[in-house]
């Protein structure tokens, strides 16, 4: 299938988004037999230095101290100043701790990700009448000449009279709930040239201020970041840029960054609030350059957007701005998943990626070790982290998390409940954690790698952690007789590249020799379509992917040969050896070469279907499956990318969340045959689907208004699944509400 | 009988035209296959395409035999199949699905083939 590649797509974004990294001046200690203590690429900390010539080609990047590159947006921007966190005003209570019952508020909905809307009109019973109300045009999409990047992968957040969303390229959008009518729009003026793997905009935040009164422009505001790295702050009832916000309503958040060019960083997750501080992650490119722009987190103050804090995970306990020819050190773990916000603890959940050359560690400081593939609890007050929980040790399969974390009440052994952390991973495996500690609830376990690795000075870990109390959203590890096709020709061709790689299973290392066997995938297991929790009934949701990847390390000499070229690299074309699997990793012995695990010839996937799942799993009872079902049929799928019309649910890859309701309804498109299906949450039946005008890419969202439920889905496709791309906002509901 | 004259008909180009496409088969079978055994993989395609070969030989060279072979081979891909992956349909598919729709064919090829030979035998009587 195809489409099937999709999983490709998720690779991409993996890719695109879990850049590598590390940091100059950190001599990879613990690594045993790094290839270099005094690797370059200088860290915030130090001044400039002169490369040895002996590391010389180490570091053949631009240096990171030349000028920001033109065309940057952001870089127009005068720098913005810091304040203490304790200046920072106490926050108003927002409507994301307790949205209105018709309200969805938040990205997930409020301030625990939930994607649980208690709403009830929409009924297993009525589902199959429900209708498109209206839909709305973002017109954002690729151009003649531009090569399609796009996936809009949006939500809508929905707070009293306004629905609110973000066009693929920033715009910021209120239209009328109940007629889908524009009421107003900003355009935040992105160009082409600053989209990074994906032209994406998952949402924006909603958030009131404490300090303007209400009834004045910006009491109620939305925040969002962009792909140009602006943070922009507009008017919830007009769009007006917030003047007391940044300068006039913007901040630039390349500032600190070092040499960049654009494309290379970029913002595509909406950052929550918690305690008045407004917490920034962004994604840095995959695979690029050991020395790509840092992953630094930074907290901003939501009422000014003056700087707080930054957590560099190479200078821990230098929490300002950089100045001068400073900036936060380059190559560090980048997190570019939603964040998690909690006002209680007083702490931000930051699920984090790998340091930059993804699939190469011997570079890598210990600190970053430490904290790549993790989730990390920053306390908002200090920019420090709280704790640290480690999903995959020294990554180099792309395993960065791109889930957001959702939080929930568990059980405990006394009666009492547990503040919970449901971390979904791209390996399947879900971790379910103490929020205040980081401990596990349900056991981890630290088992045996299957291999110590084979790359010279680039040791494995030699354990891994798993969620063992969770059912694993994944297939046991491939058998040739797992190969597939359509005849036993390509069955055969599969079979053979199935036995010519390396492979032992789940964290097989790196090799150069042959190619090595990656399942799970980096499209998942769970990608940034997160899960949905129903708390009234304990219900968790996950979709999840079945899409192994076929990976080789390159020598440095073949990844020129190839053409693989960082993006900052004057002679970088688009397409030519990218974030979409293949990548330069310069200032790294190798190069990496990427492909779905796939029949080249036909597109088909070489392992045996369903290659995406939805699963309900009973968090109230020893968490069970419920029920478990393929997910997407063969309609837009087929050999050589044919659509093959059929209504078989053959499992296809899928990216993109699910919503669930009081209805007892889950509503989720996702998959590439470009539908959106209500599933009853209880038994795990479609009893609704609809085809949209381009793939559903995105998280779907349901809002109540004039009396009426609606379901939102962003049909904008999605370039690395390879569905189709439209501008199209589709919004449905029951016939009583679409006569109006 | 106008053949005799040694004119072919269309159902016999069909059915040369169906031997070329299992002789094809057959030493992909042949190359790739050994490919896969040498790499510890199953054994099942060489052996197979060995057969497979025959057969497409033989019906090019208008043999009934060579349609008695296709569907020996192809009993072995169904014992094979049922012992690799039992009844799943969606494993059977890409194992049994082509090789049975290609057997039908060759089923129908078998009055022809007959006919081929009774010629060839009739001349040889000449």
């Known amino acids: ?740 | 009988m106008p053949n005799i004259q040694g004119n072919r008909t269309l159902t016999e180009w069909l059915t040369l035209l169906l031997g070329v496409v299992i002789l094809l088969v057959g030493l992909f079978f042949v190359i790739a296959g050994g490919d896969l055994a040498m790499l510890g993989g199953s054994t099942y395609y060489v052996l197979c395409g060995i057969v497979l070969v025959a057969s497409g030989v033989f019906m090019l060279m208008g043999r009934t035999l060579g349609a008695f072979l296709y569907l020996a081979a192809l009993a072995y891909t169904w014992v094979w199949s049922l012992w690799e992956v039992g009844f799943s349909p969606v494993d059977l598919l890409p194992r049994a699905f082509g090789p049975t729709i290609l057997g039908i064919l060759v089923a129908l090829t078998i009055p022809v083939l007959r006919r081929m030979e009774s010629r060839r035998t009739l001349r040889g009587a000449v």
């Open chain 1, 1 to 740: 299938m195809r489409r099937s590649h999709l999983l490709a797509t998720a690779a991409g974004l993996a890719l695109a988004c879990s850049p590598l990294a590390a940091h100059a001046q950190f001599a990879p200690a613990g690594s045993g037999g790094a290839p270099s203590a005094a690797v370059p690429g200088p860290g915030n900390a130090s001044e400039p230095t002169e490369s040895s010539p002996k590391n010389q080609g180490y570091f053949s990047g631009p240096s990171p101290y030349a000028p920001q590159a033109p065309g940057v947006n952001a870089a127009n921007l005068p720098d913005i100043e810091s304040i203490d966190a304790s200046q920072v005003p106490a926050m108003a209570p927002q409507q994301s701790a307790n949205p209105a019952r018709e309200d969805w508020v938040a990205y997930g909905r409020d301030d625990h990700q939930t994607r649980y809307s208690p709403l009830s009109e929409i009924t297993p019973e009525n589902a199959d009448k429900l209708k498109v109300a209206f839909t709305y045009h973002t017109g954002s999409y690729p151009r003649p000449g531009q090569v399609n990047k796009w996936a809009a992968e949006t939500t809508p957040i929905k707070v009293g009279d306004g629905l609110y969303m973000c066009s693929a390229m920033n715009d910021i959008i209120k239209l009328d709930p109940v007629t889908g009518k524009q009421i107003w729009r900003r355009n935040v003026d992105v160009k082409y040239h600053s989209i990074p793997y994906t032209a994406a905009c998952k949402g924006v935040t909603y958030f009131t201020s404490s300090v303007v009164p209400e009834g004045q422009p910006c009491h109620n505001r939305l925040i969002e970041g962009t792909l140009d790295m602006r943070l922009i702050a507009v008017d919830a009832e007009t769009g007006d840029f917030c003047p007391n916000f940044g300068h006039g309503g913007q901040v630039n958040l390349m500032q600190g960054l070092g040499e960049s060019v654009p494309g290379f960083v970029s913002m595509t997750a909406p950052p929550p609030v918690i305690n008045g501080v407004l917490v920034v992650n962004h994604e840095v490119l995959d695979g690029q350059r050991r020395w790509a722009p840092s992953g630094v987190i930074r907290g901003y103050d939501a009422e000014s957007g003056k700087f707080v804090w930054a957590w560099d995970v190479n200078n821990p306990d230098d929490h300002s701005q950089p100045t001068g020819n400073r900036h936060y050190s380059r190559g560090t773990p980048n997190s570019w998943a939603t964040l998690t916000g909690d006002n209680e603890q007083g702490l931000v959940y930051v699920p984090t990626g790998n340091s930059a050359a993804d699939y190469y560690s011997a570079l890598r400081s210990d600190a970053e070790n430490k904290v790549s593939s993790a989730v990390v609890a920053i306390d908002v007050k200090t920019g420090s982290p709280r704790w640290v929980f480690q999903t995959a040790h020294k990554d180099v399969w792309d395993y960065d998390i791109g889930s957001q974390a959702t939080l929930m009440d568990m059980p405990g052994p006394d009666g009492q409940t547990v503040p919970a952390l449901i971390m979904p991973t791209k390996r399947g495996q879900t971790f379910v954690l103490d929020r205040r500690t980081g401990k596990p609830i349900l056991p981890v376990e630290e088992r045996p790698a299957p291999s110590p690795g084979v790359i010279p000075g680039d040791p494995r870990s030699p354990t891994q952690p798993w969620s063992v109390g969770m059912p694993a959203l994944r297939v046991p590890d491939l058998k040739e007789t797992d190969m597939w096709g359509m005849s036993p020709i390509d069955q055969l061709f599969c079979r053979i590249k199935f036995r010519r790689a390396n492979y032992v299973g789940e964290f097989t290392p790196p090799s150069v020799d042959k190619p090595w066997i990656e399942y799970p995938g980096y499209n998942g297991g769970s990608d940034w379509g997160s899960m949905s929790y129903d708390p009234q009934s304990g219900i968790l949701i996950a979709n999840w992917n079945i899409t192994p990847m076929y990976d080789q390390l390159v020598t440095r000499k073949k990844a020129d040969k190839l053409g693989l070229m960082p993006i900052d690299d004057p002679n970088f074309k688009p397409g030519g050896g990218g974030a979409e699997g293949n990548g330069a990793m310069d200032g790294t012995p190798y190069g990496i070469v990427v492909t779905p695990f796939w029949d080249q010839y036909t597109g088909m996937m070489c392992n045996r279907p369903p290659y995406g799942m939805i699963t309900a799993i009973d968090m109230k009872h020893g968490q069970k499956v419920l029920w478990q079902h393929p997910l997407g049929t063969a309609r837009a799928n087929g050999p050589w990318g044919l659509p093959t019309g059929l209504p078989w649910e053959i499992g296809t890859p899928n990216n993109g969340g699910s919503v669930v309701t009081g209805g007892g309804l889950i509503f989720i498109a996702a998959a590439t045959d470009n539908q959106i299906r209500a599933i009853d949450e209880h038994t795990g039946k479609v009893v609704w689907s609809a085809v949209l005008p381009g793939g559903g890419q995105a998280n779907p969202m349901t809002y109540e208004a004039n009396g009426h439920q609606y379901v939102a889905i962003m049909a904008g496709g999605h370039h690395f699944m390879m569905t189709p791309v439209s501008d199209q906002l589709v919004v449905y509901a029951l016939p009583d509400a679409v006569k109006q």
